[in-house]
C-alpha cells in the first residue's frame, strides 16, 4: 500500500480522532493538529509510530500554516474538524461571542482552506466537517448556523478554484453526533428524544460515521467528487430541527 500523509485539524477528540484513525488504517501518515496539543500527541501516539500530533489554532494564519508546512514528503489529505458552538437569540447575543464562533468556525475554515489548496499535492483531497446546521436552522445558533453555512459555500467555491490541479474539495455535514463536545446538551431531559423524533433512521450518530465517509472522500474511489456538501444525519434534514431553546428552558427556568 502506497504511504500517504494527512493532516486531520481539530484531530484531539470526537470526530477528529475518529478520523486521524481512519486514515491512518487506510494507509495514511497521519498529522494530527489540535488547539490542545497534548490532546493531538495522545491521538497520534495511539496511532503508532510514524503518526505525530501538534498543537495548532485555527484562528491563527501562522500557526495552521506551520502545521501544514512541517509535514514531510508531498501533502495528500487534509480534514478541517475543528469548529465551537454556542447559544443565544439573535436579539440577546454578545458580538464579542457571534465573532468567536464565526472565527473559529469560518474564518478559520477558511485559512485551512487556504493552505491545505496552496499545499496539498495534485490531485490530492481536502475535506471540511460542516454541518446540519450548514442548511437547517435552529433557533438560538445563530452564529453557528451562519458560520456553517459560509463555510458550505466557502468548500463549493475552492472546489471551482481548485479542480484545475486535480485537488478535490467537499464538505460533509454531520447531524447529532455523540461526542465530548454534545455530551453536556444530550444530558438536558427531552433534547435527545427531540434529536431522535426528527431522525428518521432514530438514532445519533458516531464518529467512526462521519469517518468512514471521510476515508471514502479522500479515496480513489471518490476521484470523480468535488464541490459536494454531503448530509450525514440519518435523515434528520428532512425534519425540523430540535427546539434546544425550549429544552433548556424547561430544564433551568
Known amino acids: 500500500m502506497e504511504l500517504r500523509s494527512a493532516v486531520v ?10 478520523v486521524a484513525a481512519s486514515l491512518a488504517a487506510a494507509g495514511h501518515a497521519v498529522t494530527v493538529g489540535d488547539l490542545d496539543g497534548a490532546a ?24 495552521v500554516e506551520a502545521l501544514l ?42 485559512v485551512v482552506l487556504k493552505h491545505a489548496g496552496r499545499l496539498v499535492r495534485d490531485g490530492g483531497s481536502i475535506v471540511t466537517i460542516a454541518s446540519l446546521n450548514a442548511r437547517q436552522p435552529a433557533a438560538g445558533m445563530a452564529a453557528y448556523c451562519a ?10 467555491v475552492a472546489a471551482l478554484e481548485l479542480g484545475p490541479r486535480g485537488v478535490r474539495v467537499n464538505a460533509i455535514s454531520p447531524g447529532l453526533v455523540e461526542t465530548p463536545l ?5 444530558e438536558i431531559p427531552g433534547i435527545l428524544d427531540d434529536y431522535l423524533e426528527n431522525t428518521p433512521l432514530g438514532r445519533a450518530g458516531a464518529p467512526a460515521d462521519v469517518a468512514a465517509l471521510v476515508r ?12 459536494a456538501v454531503l448530509d450525514l444525519d440519518g435523515g434528520a434534514h428532512l425534519k425540523r430541527y430540535p427546539d434546544l431553546l425550549g429544552h433548556i428552558r424547561k430544564a433551568f427556568g
Not at 458560520?147 to 463549493?156: F, I, P, R, S, T
Not at 454534545?182 to 444530550?186: D, H
Not at 472522500?217 to 467528487?225: F, T
Request: hydrophobic content about 45%; charged content about 20%.
Open 9 to 18: 485539524v481539530g484531530g484531539g477528540s470526537g470526530i477528529g480522532a475518529a
Open 40 to 63: 493531538a500527541e495522545r491521538v497520534a501516539a495511539e496511532l503508532g509510530e510514524r503518526h505525530r500530533g501538534e498543537q495548532a489554532d485555527v484562528t491563527s494564519e501562522a500557526s
Open 69 to 110: 508546512a512541517g509535514v514531510e514528503g508531498p501533502l495528500d489529505v487534509v480534514v478541517n474538524c475543528a469548529g465551537v458552538s454556542t447559544i443565544g437569540l439573535v436579539t440577546d447575543l454578545a458580538v464579542e461571542e457571534f465573532r468567536r464562533v464565526v472565527d473559529v468556525d469560518l474564518t478559520g475554515g477558511f
Open 147 to 156: 458560520a456553517k453555512a459560509g463555510l458550505a459555500m466557502l468548500v463549493q
Open 182 to 186: 454534545t455530551a453536556p446538551a444530550l
Open 216 to 227: 471514502f472522500v479522500c479515496s480513489d474511489e471518490a476521484s470523480w467528487l468535488t464541490g
